[in-house]
């Protein structure tokens, strides 16, 4: 078998090949940073209700909020930049079912890794003994399981980082960076690897829109539902979610989820926070208050 970076290199040159160009791991162009005017379709309407939450009474920290439901919408800091750690991989599986929509992947076609490319949190990638699969197993290890080895060789089959920034920023997100592999993304380094709650969430609605019915129930089934984690844990009954969630291991705890009816997104709901006291309790405190105003 080949050296896993001969492996990597030569999955990059065949997938570059069907792209027209060729990603290394190395930084995503930098992005503008300016905010850019919502999808149309996520344009808010004269009806809707914006609230701001107050997190004053939580330790000290950035947090990062950004929901709408039912005509309702609730923000704190949505502007502000946050790192993403495991939430970019809702990005990164749309990406791989829009590059197989339009013919450059198969998600049929296999993939294989040696035990050097193991890395992290691996539980579907480190316990095939095979050591192979496909891109479509690889998409619902990402999404499902937070596999990080399998985001990068996802990383690597869709095109390199570059794939993901062209993507999003075809969706009109101007702000959402993706510029390292797992887990170097995790590690706060000004704004590599960040979003903010509000761009991140009306990117995962923007999402939700753009890929076929088909590739949106893929998505959704490979994402977490109701799990009892983070913004699951408090969604009130009625409301169908997938979620998926992000931790740096530092203090960052992220949570963004998409709500759902007949198959497709209704509204979202982002949070992410950066504080040494940061923890799964913190989102979801942040979650039960928004959804106090989502739901209301």
């Not at 749309?94 to 949190?121: K, M, N, P, V, Y």
């Not at 570059?162 to 999003?168: A, D, I, K």
């Not at 198959?263 to 979202?268: E, F, Q, S, T």
């Not at 006291?277 to 209301?296: C, K």
Request: charged share 20%; aromatic share 4%.
């Amino acid at each position: 078998m080949n050296s896993p970076m001969n492996r990597r290199a030569a999955l990059i040159a065949g997938a570059a090949a069907i792209l027209g160009g060729c990603t290394a791991r190395t930084e995503a162009p930098d992005p503008s940073s300016s905010a850019t005017s919502p999808p149309a379709s996520h344009a808010r309407s004269q009806e809707d209700t914006t609230q701001q939450l107050d997190l004053s009474d939580l330790p000290d920290g950035t947090y990062g909020v950004w929901g709408t439901l039912y005509g309702q919408t609730v923000t704190h800091q949505p502007n502000t930049r946050l790192r993403m750690c495991s939430t970019m991989k809702l990005v990164l599986v749309a990406t791989a079912l829009q590059q197989a929509a339009r013919g450059r992947i198969d998600l049929a076609s296999t993939i294989s890794w040696e035990t050097s490319d193991l890395i992290g949190h691996s539980p579907v990638t480190r316990n095939d003994s095979g050591h192979r699969a496909t891109i479509a197993e690889l998409c619902e290890a990402t999404a499902s399981k937070s596999d990080n080895t399998a985001a990068n060789l996802l990383i690597d089959a869709v095109g390199g980082l570059t794939t993901l920034t062209r993507f999003v920023r075809s969706l009109s997100d101007e702000i959402t960076r993706f510029d390292r592999y797992e887990t170097e993304m995790n590690i706060h380094d000004g704004a590599l690897d960040t979003t903010t709650a509000e761009s991140f969430g009306r990117l995962a609605l923007s999402i939700s829109e753009t890929l076929s019915n088909e590739d949106r129930h893929a998505l959704f089934s490979w994402l977490p539902a109701r799990d009892d984690k983070r913004i699951a844990a408090v969604a009130p009954a009625g409301v169908d979610l997938v979620h998926k969630t992000g931790t740096s291991g530092d203090g960052a705890f992220n949570d963004v989820a998409i709500f759902i009816a007949n198959d497709r997104a209704i509204g979202c709901l982002s949070v992410f926070t950066d504080s040494p006291a940061a923890s799964e309790d913190i989102v979801v405190e942040i979650a039960q208050r928004s959804f106090d105003v989502l739901s209301a």
